[in-house]
């Protein structure tokens, strides 16, 4: 028997009907995501699974049964990735020139607000809120901390609450690079907050002098991608580089104003970063000695040693403490960093013996069993105790603290942890079997240094996107044996520029060198778990959100 032959008018139309949905399936698919036919996300596509908040190298659990009408949609994709989503078909938001940002022209997010509109050239509303709006909202009470956020997407309109404009403005970044991707989001529902509540970028200014306008550049870099510290290291033995009004003799003649500072630090409230002010002792004052070599460290032969102030001098407290109290009111956050490394008294193979001055007022104020080092660590507790009766928690690099001896050092200070290679430097271990804070600064992945001196190479985003986790505090592995390195421990992490050769590369390249790191680094402390996208497809994600 012969099949009947389809008229050719019913072939047309089938065809057509065929093709109109092969088209409509490629544009959602361009939209929302896909595959390239091996696995991998396409750019565009979402880097997590729909409802999922299992490590995205894992199968997400099980999304609820869709509505016949309502099928799951991959989230959209940002730097860092959002945590949490449950996104679905429908007419999602898109962006366009009707779209309003609504929020309480008299509230607290009213800032936030005009930022995002300016940023998407859109108009403000008080609201209420619209079809095609975005809505920004406080709702205190909600969980998460300040810094988490929800972002929902229903009947053509976004809202974004939190319980603290902090996590409001995240939600607008999230909304600012899925606009740049994509040009919207589908309809649903983000939940998403950072793991570690420290993350930014150290930027060594003493070495080398940046323009205010490359540091703003930066700040809003940092925020694009939920960055929120920013330390400045303004003196060093190269440059003193913030204008002082007690001190001026020892002034960098290229230097910022306090005026630049102040509107570099008023920018980054705006922004949701603190800056963290470095004025770093007992070493890398080589730019304060010129100015008053009557403060040299000696060593016993009386050849000064480059950098080091005299601790036994009561002059070399005055003058750290007089730049101590005038810069403080310059940087109203919560952290004032105070270095501690690298003082060179302390690098020797015998400091009683190679400095007998330090050695003799050691057992003179601490008793005949104290040393150098039991002096230098006087030395930051004092620091310490005058930052901290300004409001003030202080922070020191690893290297300046020291097991044993007589005097301990004070429990209020954040260790930075950068190095295992100075001499007496301790494994972070044992940091955190002693119940410190830490914050990584791992110098194996995190330093970019100038010039590359000291066998330093400029870290690459694909190792710290492939191999670095905020756990991994020195070297190349993770803190062994068992010891917490959750976020109330291991606080989180920075990428640090530091200028030893000044000269080897323009503030423009150091912005290219940094782009990739700043940005793997974002998203392992947004989320430590291991990233679902490859590296490959991560540098072209990058490319369409910035």
């Not at 929800?150 to 409001?168: C, E, M, P, S, Y």
């Not at 420290?198 to 703003?216: C, M, N, S, V």
Request: hydrophobic share 35%; net charge neutral.
């Amino acid at each position: 028997m012969r099949v009947p032959r389809v008229s050719r008018p019913t072939a047309i139309w089938t065809a057509v009907v065929v093709a109109v949905a092969a088209i409509a399936v490629t544009l959602i698919t361009l939209a929302w995501g896909g595959d390239d036919g091996n696995g991998r996300p396409k750019p565009g596509s979402s880097p997590h699974r729909t409802r999922t908040t299992a490590p995205p190298s894992t199968s997400p659990a099980p999304s609820a049964t869709p509505s016949p009408t309502s099928h799951p949609v991959p989230p959209p994709r940002t730097i860092p990735a959002v945590r949490t989503a449950d996104t679905r078909s429908g007419p999602g938001w898109r962006y366009g020139g009707g779209s309003r940002v609504v929020a309480d022209p008299e509230g607290p997010l009213a800032d936030e607000a005009r930022l995002l509109a300016g940023e998407l050239r859109l108009s403000t509303a008080e609201g209420p809120a619209r079809r095609g709006d975005v809505e920004l909202a406080v709702e205190s009470g909600r969980g998460g901390g300040p810094e988490a956020y929800t972002l929902t997407v229903h009947d053509g309109r976004v809202r974004i609450t939190g319980a603290d404009d902090a996590g409001v403005f995240y939600g607008t970044r999230t909304v600012l690079q899925a606009v740049r991707a994509t040009g919207g989001l589908p309809d649903g529902e983000i939940q998403d907050r950072p793991d570690r509540p420290q993350r930014g970028l150290h930027l060594d200014i003493a070495r080398k002098y940046f323009t205010p306008e490359w540091i703003e550049a930066r700040l809003r870099e940092m925020a694009d991608l939920k960055l929120n510290q920013l330390a400045l290291h303004f003196s060093d033995d190269q440059g003193f580089r913030i204008q002082s009004d007690t001190h001026p003799e020892i002034v960098s003649d290229r230097h910022l104003t306090k005026d630049q500072v102040r509107r570099i630090v008023r920018l980054a409230a705006r922004l949701h970063i603190t800056v963290i002010p470095e004025l770093d002792s007992p070493g890398h004052l080589g730019a304060v000695l010129r100015a008053h070599p009557d403060l040299r460290l000696r060593r016993a032969s009386g050849t000064p040693v480059p950098g080091s102030v005299d601790i036994a001098n009561p002059g070399s407290a005055h003058i750290v403490d007089d730049l101590l109290r005038e810069f403080t009111p310059l940087f109203p956050g919560p952290y004032w960093h105070l270095g501690g490394d690298e003082y060179l008294a302390l690098t020797a193979r015998d400091p009683e013996a190679s400095y007998p001055g330090l050695a003799a007022a050691a057992r003179r104020d601490f008793g005949g069993r104290a040393g150098v080092q039991d002096l230098a660590t006087d030395w930051l507790n004092d620091r310490a105790k005058l930052v901290r009766g300004l409001g003030k928690t202080p922070k020191a690099w690893n290297d300046g603290f020291f097991r044993g001896g007589v005097v301990a050092p004070d429990r209020a200070f954040q260790i930075e942890y950068w190095t295992g290679r100075e001499i007496g430097a301790r494994p972070p271990a044992q940091y955190l079997a002693e119940g410190w804070k830490v914050v990584n600064l791992n110098d194996e992945y995190l330093y970019y240094v100038l010039g590359e001196p000291n066998q330093f190479r400029y870290p690459t985003g694909e190792r710290i996107y492939e191999q670095w986790s905020p756990a991994v505090l020195r070297g190349t592995r993770p803190v062994p044996g068992g010891l917490p390195t959750g976020p109330d421990r291991v606080l989180g992490g920075r990428l640090a520029i530091w200028c030893d050769r000044a000269d080897a590369q323009t503030q423009d390249q150091v912005a290219a060198g940094i782009r990739l790191p700043l940005r793997a680094l974002a998203q392992r402390l947004w989320d430590p778990r291991t990233p679902a996208l490859s590296w490959q497809d991560f540098t072209v994600l990058a490319g369409r959100v910035d």
